[in-house]
């Protein structure tokens, strides 16, 4: 039997199948063997890990500094990869240093990982990484925002431009005309400096001039309830977009 369990520890280990075997009596003696053979589930799971291109590279770190391969798989399957991580970085770092003897670098890893040498971060390095990290969370969220707020910002003004021009060409011309002087006297009493009705002379600058195109999107639906201009969050929320006033008002915070 001495033959058949030594066989039997050198298939189970290294191969990629595994028996278990039952001894076959009439009276005292053995008379034969049954063998019972199966997949062996330690080679699969050490096939799984070599699947996986990280697992498999931590596991070629390991026994690349003397250590077997399914001490080198035990370790990957139990161990946190980022601790395999800095361990094989951490001797390999020392190794080339030459300023300390490490003889057996695969025993060094085995105690390094299992009692988790690497360095314990102080208070202010916490303090750090986690200021860090909500700065880092500002920023998406503000690089998130911005996106949404400009995108809508632009297609609201191209849909106040369109807007506007749809409407005055739609007028007659003496009514178009009454309008324009209208607004442009609204102009001059409120910029009293006549610099607003300088830029103004009906037509296109209704809307291309910034000042101006904000002027024109209060005072026309005051003045004409036929406007049909919306503001930009009931614009928003009709695009999908909710609540863009709060969302506008967090971008504005963030980029202060």
């Known amino acids: 039997m001495r033959v058949v369990e030594i066989a039997k520890r050198e298939i189970n280990g290294k191969t990629d199948i595994a028996f278990e075997y039952e001894q076959i009596k009439e009276g005292r003696k053995v008379t034969a063997l049954r063998f019972v053979i199966t997949k062996n589930r330690r080679d699969t799971q050490a096939d799984n890990l070599r699947d996986d291109p990280k697992l498999s590279r931590l596991i070629s770190r390991l026994t690349a500094h003397g250590m077997t391969e399914d001490k080198a798989v035990s370790y990957v399957r139990d161990y946190p990869s980022d601790l395999i991580e800095w361990a094989t970085e951490e001797i390999t770092r020392r190794l080339k240093s030459k300023k300390e003897k490490i003889d057996n670098p695969a025993g060094w890893l085995c105690r390094a990982i299992e009692e988790d040498w690497r360095p314990q971060k102080t208070l202010f390095d916490i303090e750090r990484a986690e200021r860090m990290e909500d700065a880092k969370k500002l920023d998406a969220r503000k690089a998130e925002l911005s996106v949404v707020v400009e ?8 849909y106040t431009i369109k807007t506007i021009t749809q409407y005055l060409d739609g ?9 324009n002087q209208a607004f442009r006297e609204h102009l001059d009493a409120k910029y009293s400096n006549g610099l607003a009705t300088n830029q103004f002379d009906g037509g296109a600058s209704w809307y291309s001039n910034p000042w101006i195109r904000a002027e024109a999107t209060v005072y026309l639906p005051a003045h004409r309830p036929d406007f049909p201009l919306v503001s930009i969050a009931e614009f928003a929320s009709r695009n999908g977009v909710e609540d863009f006033n709060a969302l506008e008002g967090e971008y504005k915070a963030l980029t202060r």
Do not use: M, Y
């Open 151 to 158: 995108k809508v910002r632009a297609a609201h003004k191209a």
């Open 171 to 179: 007028l007659a011309e003496d009514d178009r005309q009454t309008l």
